[in-house]
């Protein structure tokens, strides 16, 4: 059986998504300290718009884990959903949270992957809950400074 109303939410997301790549966004910057900085040759995408001018596709990742914090922990959200502006040779790029919360947006620019950084310029970062749920969670979304392969874990908050 298909899952109707997951559909129209997740276009709803992506419209407003897609709406934000003038610059615009949430305003909150939260630099973060990588966790390794990969090198690799420059890559200029063909017909750039201006929401990418300055930017340079890297060999860099963005991975962490997806939780709320509980009376007992740190407890995973499996299936949580993230988006990242930047990421990927096309852009606008999504990743679904395994059993354990992970996700990775992967690194290998030969492969489809990469992320488009500029030294200093953020990246927008949106994650929700999963499947029915998704609307028991507050949305996060930051801008993000990476500078290479990063690590960003996300505490999503129960409405």
Known sequence: MENRTHIPSSLLVLALVVSGCNGAGPSTTTPLVPSSVAVAAPAVRPGATDWLDGYT???????????????????????????????????HTWATADANGFYR???????????????????????????????????????????????????????
């Open 57 to 91: 596709l890297m060999n860099a990742s963005l991975s962490g884990v997806v939780y709320e914090s509980t009376p007992t922990g740190r407890v995973a959200i499996p299936g949580a959903v993230l988006y990242c502006e930047r990421c990927g040779e096309i852009t």
């Open 105 to 159: 947006f992967p690194g290998n620019p030969a492969a489809g992957g990469g992320i488009w950084l500029a030294p200093g310029k953020p990246t927008l970062i949106l994650a929700r809950g999963v499947g029915f749920e998704q609307q028991s969670w507050v949305e996060w979304a930051h801008d993000v400074v990476i500078a290479g392969d990063t690590r960003l874990d996300v505490e999503l908050v129960r409405r």
